[in-house]
């Protein structure tokens, strides 16, 4: 049987190869980029504030619908373990995945993984139809010898799903909903990674995978820079006012690349060919819905304040969402278009 396109990004395939500079859409920055000096020079936490986003800041924020598709048939997420994977480290990862959908027989105590979803079903195509809130674990493909080497470039994370999808053995699915979330272990340098990002989203182009298939690359940083992808579970070392959060899986690079992939998912599914929802006029370099929330986890959360979290009784983590299994997890917030502000289901207010 030939794979499928998606048949909403079929018909906008020339218009984005016309759009193909940049490789990745979302930057996602928990902390300004200040070294040690001028983080001491803007005073500490204050000067950290600065560039964060407010939950209460809609007046400021313009987000605009592109014409482009979403999302909108159910997303099936095909993981790609790329560098050496621990088994327990997986188990949490498929965990948050299998957790996205309202799936029966839903036995999570509120407030749901599922529930945070439920933010970003809010977003609507040209026909009105809405991102889907079906969300499935699909095949998965590792790379634990790292065939294209520990350093890997932009354009390089779209050659390892090429090469997922056209493998001689079980390659993965090219079908309709799916999405390609590349994960690297900390042995993986990945161009930009903790400098710059914690994670990306674009998609292939057919001229080198063969089809226009949504993908999203998150990085483990455990190793590398836990105190600037694994916010709050690890704060820079010139922040003396703030101690970390304890991980709600006890693994702080996992812990943390959760809440960049509920990010990157919630852009993707929003934003999958980058001319459908975001804010400033720049396709190149767009805000999106999760790029509006950055560092919010709970009500009154912005600047370097997280917002009101849960704690978990049994190990003192911090958490905002149930998953299946009993497990826990600290997911931003993502912009709701309805209210005009960041929302998460652990909201106080709702
Ligand atoms: C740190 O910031 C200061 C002040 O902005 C700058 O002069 C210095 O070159 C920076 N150091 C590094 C290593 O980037
Ligand atoms: C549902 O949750 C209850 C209480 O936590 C537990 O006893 C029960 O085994 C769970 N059922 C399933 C199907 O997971
Ligand atoms: C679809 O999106 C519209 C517009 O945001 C919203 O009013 C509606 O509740 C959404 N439907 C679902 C099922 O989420």
Redesign the pocket.
Known sequence: MPPMRHPGLLLLLFAAALLAAPLSVAAWRPWPP??????A?AGGLAGLAASKKFEGSSEFVKLQYHMGPVLATAITVHPIWYGPWPASQKRTIRAFLRSLSPSPPSNSSSPTVASWWRTVRLYTDQTTANVSATVTLGAEKSDARMSRGARLSRLDIQAVVRDAVSARTRPLPADSGGVYLVLTSPEVAVENFCGQVCGFHYFTFPSVVGYTLPYAWVGNSATRCPEVCAYPFAIPAYVHERKPEAPPNGDVGVDGMVSVIAHELAELASNPLANAWYAGTDPSFPTEIADLCEGIYGTGGGGAYTGQLLTDERSGAAYNVNGVGGRRFLVQWVWNPVLSYCSGPNALDQ
């Open positions: 200040r070294n040690e000096t001028s983080a020079a």
